[in-house]
């Protein structure tokens, strides 16, 4: 399939697995099952466009112009001057002046970026990347990176852009395992392999987030995906024909209710001798310290309320 040429509109209606819904499997297949019938929430595309706006202005600025309009008044669809501004932009995502400033500033931030200006300087690098490939379990896949380069000397590369409130790093860790970053990218580099038509288990490869805050001063960090060669999520789909489990039912199998079950591990260091294991051994009394925490922290939680 020829992916070069590929509309963002022929993208979105290509009938193929997209990470977009694929998260949705961290829940439980029934919750995956119910994000591809039910499709986007309604007006997400105008709730998120000052963000598709940074986007487009690092990655492909020439499509700026033709994709945005920038409105100078109040956007009231009930007022006649809004309505004949929609009607000369018929098509195009409306931005406010701040949204317009907002995204030029990040974008700037963005490009102004050591790391950033050598990975897209690179022959060969590509943004905005279409990628379609045939999963032999799962079937048809799809993903559309921000920036993904191949060469024989730096391997194969993923970068994501992510707009956040912070490049705090305890932020962007809760932020990407709550988002579940890693299996964006375990899904990214497989469709990355399959076009340039390598193997991951052959070439070197990484993958990237770079984080920028959406808000001054808008600084911008790179993060180092440290991305495990692991099965993608897709695998999952191709064990759901039929039955689709939800987070309360065993993934693949009879669905019977089955309670959570909190567990603490009883040894903490390398001795499995648990008879030897006292607040005398650091790592135990740390570790154990910290469940301790979480017990309570559980107890309170799912404690019935008077």
Aim: with cysteine.
């Amino acid at each position: 399939m020829d992916t070069t040429t590929m509309s963002d509109a022929e993208y979105r209606l290509l009938p193929a697995i997209n990470y977009s819904n694929l998260k949705h499997m961290r829940s439980s297949a029934l919750h995956y099952r119910h994000k591809v019938e039910v499709g986007d929430e309604p007006g997400l595309s105008e709730k998120l466009a000052v963000f598709r706006a940074i986007h487009t202005l690092v990655l492909e600025p020439f499509l700026f112009d033709s994709e945005y309009a920038v409105c100078n008044m109040r956007r009231d669809k009930r007022t006649k001057k809004y309505q004949e501004f929609l009607a000369q932009h018929e098509g195009k995502s409306i931005l406010s002046e701040s949204e317009h400033e907002q995204a030029l500033a990040v974008a700037e931030a963005v490009n102004d970026h050591d790391w950033v200006q050598w990975l897209l300087s690179l022959d060969g690098t590509a943004t905005e990347q279409v990628l379609v490939w045939e999963d032999a379990a799962a079937g048809m896949c799809k993903g559309k990176a921000d920036i993904v380069h191949y060469s024989p000397e730096q391997g194969l590369i993923v970068a994501d852009l992510k707009t956040t409130k912070s490049t705090d790093a305890h932020h962007i860790r809760t932020t990407a395992g709550r988002s579940g970053w890693h299996l964006q990218f375990a899904h990214y580099l497989q469709g990355a392999a399959r076009h340039y038509g390598v193997r991951l288990d052959k070439v070197r490869y990484r993958a990237f987030t770079v984080v920028a805050e959406a808000n001054a001063p808008h600084d911008v960090s790179v993060v180092d995906g440290a991305v495990l060669h692991s099965m993608p999520a897709s695998f999952l789909i191709a064990r759901c024909s039929t039955v689709w489990p939800s987070a309360s039912q065993p993934r693949y199998g009879p669905a019977v209710p089955q309670p959570k079950v909190w567990t603490f591990p009883t040894t903490y260091c390398e001795d499995t001798n648990a008879s030897t294991h006292d607040n005398h051994c650091p790592p135990c009394a740390r570790s154990r310290s910290q469940d301790n925490r979480l017990r309570q922290e559980l107890v309170q939680a799912h404690a019935p309320r008077r």
